[in-house]
T-cell receptor, first 112, second 113 residues
Framework: GDSVTQMEGPVTLSEEAFLTINCTYTATGYPSLFWYVQYPGEGLQLLLK?????DKGSNKGFEATYRKETTSFHLEKGSVQVSDSAVYFC???????????FGAGTTVTVRA | KAGVTQTPRYLIKTRGQQVTLSCSPISGHRSVSWYQQTPGQGLQFLFE???????NKGNFPGRFSGRQFSNSRSEMNVSTLELGDSALYLC????????????FGPGTRLLVL
């Protein structure tokens, strides 16, 4: 079945540092790819998404590009802030599955 | 538009009891999915409903069940609660399901004692 492998955490960074979280996937079809973020005590919020190869999703300074040849969807941000401290989940959804398959999540802590 | 709402937000039950959780999707969304989040297992898919029909079910025992009403609101029920059922239960909605973006509610945190 479909699966997502996500970079293990936790990740601790200083403010204004560069953030990368690696995500690779296995899918039988041509899935949509997502990054969700979860702040303490809250549900998941969509951060960005991409639906086809070479699409770049972007939001709030975060970016990820759908790489079909490497089956990857790595999340990047050039300059993190303390407010970016959260858990980040990579996920995919394939046609006919009617579900999201999630990676294990990466906890990111940004220190001032 | 109002977001996905879930009630109750917090719940404490004892082993052997049953519990019903409720989810109201975003207006116009007909697909509702449920997920269980635990520190050990992460986010796991429970089931998905569309127009009152279950289209997919995750690998959970029969104690976990759900349903969807004609107004797209959904409930999930867990019978004969076990300690391991303690988790954050998240509901998500989308227009049609499938590859669409799912929008999540704040979750119901269930503690089983």
């Amino acid at each position: 079945g479909d699966s997502v492998t996500q970079m293990e955490g936790p990740v601790t960074l200083s403010e204004e540092a560069f953030l990368t979280i690696n995500c690779t996937y296995t899918a039988t079809g041509y899935p949509s790819l997502f990054w969700y973020v979860q702040y303490p005590g809250e549900g998941l919020q969509l951060l960005l998404k991409a639906t086809k190869a070479d699409d770049k999703g972007s939001n709030k300074g975060f970016e990820a590009t759908y790489r079909k040849e490497t089956t990857s969807f790595h999340l990047e941000k050039g300059s993190v802030q303390v407010s970016d401290s959260a858990v980040y989940f990579c996920a995919l959804s394939d046609l006919g599955d009617y579900k999201l398959s999630f990676g294990a999540g990466t906890t990111v802590t940004v220190r001032a | 538009k109002a977001g996905v709402t879930q009630t109750p937000r917090y719940l404490i039950k004892t082993r052997g009891q049953q519990v019903t959780l409720s989810c109201s999707p975003i207006s116009g969304h007909r697909s509702v999915s449920w997920y269980q989040q635990t520190p050990g297992q992460g986010l796991q898919f429970l089931f998905e409903y569309f127009s009152e029909t279950q289209r997919n079910k995750g690998n959970f025992p029969g104690r976990f069940s759900g349903r969807q009403f004609s107004n797209s609101r959904s409930e999930m029920n867990v019978s004969t609660l076990e300690l391991g059922d303690s988790a954050l239960y998240l509901c998500a909605s989308s227009t049609q399901g499938g590859k669409e973006t799912q929008y999540f509610g704040p979750g119901t945190r269930l503690l089983v004692l």
